[in-house]
């Protein structure tokens, strides 16, 4: 199983950015997905998940500005970023569990300037 996540990138604060994950298999079935973050110096953490029938769960600091969702056609998950602010920085990864076993893409870096 791979999962290649793009579309990091440098932006402005109040800006905008979508990350794409993109699974070697199909995704309809994997329950959940997610967005994980690390910023430098600090662990990683989660910022949403997205369960196979469309139910979303979100980190306080991403609730009212990210949405996660899934396109099954595309075997892709995205995270669209809305509102970005400096402490958005770090690398983001895409994860999924299937049947028991941890898959990790290899991250994104989004990086936002004030």
């Known amino acids: 199983v791979q999962l290649q996540a793009s579309g990091g990138g440098l932006v402005r604060a109040g800006g905008s950015l979508r990350l794409s994950c993109a699974a070697s298999?199909?995704?309809?079935?994997?329950?959940?997905m997610r967005w994980y973050r690390q910023a430098p110096g600090k662990q990683r953490e989660l910022v949403a998940g997205?369960?196979?029938?469309?139910?979303?769960n979100y980190a306080d600091s991403a609730k009212g500005r990210f949405t996660i969702s899934r396109d099954n056609a595309k075997n892709t998950v995205y995270l669209q970023m809305n509102s970005l602010k400096p402490e958005d920085t770090a690398v983001y990864y895409c994860?999924?569990?299937?049947?028991?076993?941890?898959?990790w893409g290899q991250g994104t870096l989004v990086t936002v300037s004030s």
């Open positions: 994860n999924a569990v299937i049947i028991l076993k941890v898959y």
């Open positions: 997205i369960t196979s029938d469309g139910r979303s």
């Open positions: 298999v199909r995704v309809a079935g994997i329950n959940p």
